[in-house]
């Protein structure tokens, strides 16, 4: 059974008492119980955009939360929606509430969307999804089957990627991105600051663990770029920029396509800390398993650290690699260059 976004948050994001047939008999037999859907799209242009909105607010405002307790529910995209760079939509998941859910993109085209995009001090994750997170590593959040053609960010923002900003205990897979804006990152310049990190990414910001990414595409992105907002980095603050991500930790990632990404650039300067840049990712953990990863006709690499950093890192897959990895068929074809710029570099 299914209902459509619009009309389900007029009933305030109830579908019923559906009780009585989630469960019934036929010749005695008790059936197995019914999915239920979320649907959003297959109206006029404008009405998928609102439907998206809501999907959106409703989540971030808790109210959506709720339907995925039974494991039954699945949020369904069933038709394109161009945005046309109109009005920011605020990240799925943006602030305290990750989503942790099922989304399935039907194989359809989210087209020319702009991200409402803020600061982590704010408790904003930018992306699509702003957070996503399962409950434990039976009970995954997953999202698949979509495509998304044309992403802007509206606003600035510290740290995050395109599609998601922080995963874990999530499975993402038949995800394809094309068309990409700048993705540029500031770091705010808190001179107060004492440590912690910042981190950007093609496709996810940070994968903790339990996060798994296959058969994902990146195509034609402009540029990623993680620089100060002012003269000077934050103080003592570690940064992380990645062409698909920035940091990740105990993932894994499988049939991996990037092609045409214009750059992925860090430029700090008096931090205290590290900075490490990477054609693939910025600093990989321990206990990642990487499997059959193209990267094609990737720009410039390059971790730019200027006075008192500690160490700087640029390569064509990492910047820096921590721990016990994995890796089997990896490619690296045509790119322009990866270097830092720091008495200590690293990378590979």
């Known amino acids: 059974m299914q209902r459509d976004m619009t009309s389900f948050a007029n009933d305030k994001y109830q579908f ?25 799209g297959g109206w006029e242009n404008d009405k998928n955009i609102q439907a998206w909105i809501l999907f959106s607010n409703g989540w971030n405002k808790d109210e959506l939360n709720g339907i995925f307790k039974d494991d039954l529910t699945t949020v369904r995209l069933v038709s394109n929606i161009d945005f046309g760079y109109k009005n920011a939509v605020d990240p799925v998941g943006a602030s305290k509430y990750a989503f942790s859910g099922i989304f399935d993109g039907g ?72 068309n990409i804006g700048d993705l540029i990152f500031f770091d705010p310049n808190s001179k107060n600051g004492t440590g912690g990190f910042l ?37 003592y603050i570690d940064i992380y920029l990645g062409g698909f991500a920035g940091y990740l930790e105990g993932s894994n990632f499988s049939n991996i396509l990037l092609n045409n990404i214009g750059g992925v650039t860090i430029l700090g ?68 260059r990866y270097y830092c710029e720091k008495r200590i570099c690293l990378g590979c």
Do not use: M
């Open 16 to 40: 019923g008492d559906f009780g009585t047939i989630l469960k019934s008999s036929c010749n005695g037999k008790e059936s197995q119980n019914f999915y239920k859907a979320i649907t959003i």
């Open 107 to 178: 194989n359809y085209t989210l087209k020319n969307i702009l991200i409402n995009a803020q600061n982590t001090d704010k408790g904003w994750n930018t992306g699509i999804f702003g957070k996503v997170e399962g409950k434990d590593g039976n009970n995954k959040a997953k999202i698949y089957n979509l495509n998304v053609d044309g992403l802007k960010f509206s606003g600035k923002t510290n740290s995050g990627e395109a599609f998601v900003g922080q995963s874990s205990n999530a499975d993402f897979s038949n995800i394809h991105l094309k």
């Open 199 to 235: 981190y950007g990414g093609g496709f996810v910001g940070y994968a903790k663990s339990g996060s798994s990414f296959n058969r994902i595409s990146l195509d034609n992105f402009s540029k990623i770029a993680l620089q100060p907002e002012g003269k000077f980095s934050s103080a």
């Open 269 to 336: 300067s008096e931090t205290g800390g590290n900075i490490f840049a990477g054609g693939f990712v910025g600093y990989a953990g321990d206990k990642s398993y990487f499997s059959q990863i193209d990267l094609k006709n990737i720009g410039s690499v390059q971790a730019d650290g200027k006075t008192f950093v500690k160490h700087a890192g640029a390569g064509g897959f990492a910047g820096a690699i921590n721990g016990t990895n994995s890796f089997e068929k990896i490619s690296l074809i045509n790119f322009w």
